[in-house]
């Protein structure tokens, strides 16, 4: 018997068994078919995690990844590596170009190989020969036209913002990466920014984000956290990101509408039923406290749609739990 026989047969029997039966199909195969991985007692840590919680969407994700990695290991080791990942490898090593943290894409993508995760190592092969090909081009003919007017257009807009200089850097880096999406993406963005600050100088804020600034500080509300909210819009106007900006002053005025009224009137009646029914339902499982903390958190700063999401959770949880467990029955008298 070999040593991954061996393995398989000492693998110990499922945890559960009053799973959902598609799910019980999934973790029963886990240990049926066990086969070792790189890091395969950290999946199983956490599929054994995610039934303990009784996050049974999570498990059958982790046991399905599982069961992928443990297949395609046992093909691996019978056939070697399928023949696109060799080509590809290869191609990697016969069209070899330095650039910055080459070795970690490398070692990431070998990480992946030992994972037996061919789908991730496929882009990471594919991210490392179009970083290569690209850094070649750039060698021989320098950057694509269209990027060398991104950067004359930022060079001669630019205007001062406080995250200007990060950006600047990290749009340097992915270039020396040759990561010329990322690289257009961020050269993008820096236009975008300069173009919405000269406008702002002219013309002040648009008219909609004065309005949502104006119901911000009309109807204050002090909540936990609304001073880092606050922070934040300003740190984005300054940056000119107007639509982060838009999307935090309409979450801080939906967050200080909803407190105002649980003051008037209340929860809302969904909300407050679920949360009866988490009450009424109310069973132990692994991080229950954390969910309830963080529904709580959710509460005191009026954001309904996190608590609504929250007690959705802890709804389903509680109710997985208690369908794995072992009736109760009456002693017999």
Request: proline content about 4%; glycine content about 4%.
């Amino acid at each position: 018997m070999t040593n991954t026989s061996v393995a398989c047969a000492n693998q110990p029997a499922a945890p559960h068994d009053r799973l959902p039966w598609d799910l019980q199909l999934q973790v029963d195969r886990v240990y049926q078919e066990a086969h070792p991985y790189a890091e395969r007692h950290l999946d199983l840590s956490r599929l054994q995690a995610w039934l303990a919680r009784g996050d049974f969407d999570m498990a059958r994700t982790v046991a399905a990844l599982m069961n992928e990695r443990q297949f395609m290991q046992r093909l691996v080791d019978a056939e070697g590596l399928p023949s696109d990942l060799r080509v590809v490898l290869e191609q990697i090593e016969a069209e070899k170009f330095g650039y910055p943290d080459r070795s970690g894409d490398l070692a990431r993508l070998y990480g992946w190989l030992s994972k037996a995760d061919f789908s991730i190592a496929r882009v990471s092969a594919k991210l490392i020969v179009e970083r290569q090909t690209a850094l070649r081009v750039m060698a021989y003919r320098g950057l694509p036209s269209d990027l060398v007017a991104a950067l004359d257009d930022i060079a001669a807009n630019e205007i001062a913002y406080p995250d200007r200089q990060a950006a600047l850097k990290r749009l340097e880096e992915w270039l020396s990466r040759g990561d010329l999406m990322m690289a257009r993406s961020i050269a993008k963005t820096i236009g975008a920014r300069q173009r919405t600050l000269r406008l702002v100088a002219r013309h002040g804020l648009p008219a909609e984000l004065q309005e949502l600034m104006q119901q911000v500080e009309d109807g204050q509300w002090e909540y936990p956290g609304r001073c880092d909210d606050m922070q934040r819009l300003r740190v984005n106007l300054a940056n000119g990101d107007h639509s982060f900006a838009r999307a935090i002053a309409s979450t801080v005025i939906a967050q200080q509408q909803a407190l105002r009224r649980m003051a008037d009137h209340g929860l809302p009646a969904d909300v407050q039923s679920m949360l009866e029914q988490i009450e009424a339902e109310k069973v132990q499982y692994l991080d229950r406290g954390d969910n309830e903390a963080s529904l709580r958190r959710w509460l005191a700063r009026g954001d309904m749609d996190m608590v609504r999401a929250c007690a959705k959770n802890m709804i389903s949880r509680q109710r997985n739990i208690r369908s794995t467990m072992v009736p109760q029955y009456p002693a017999v008298v």
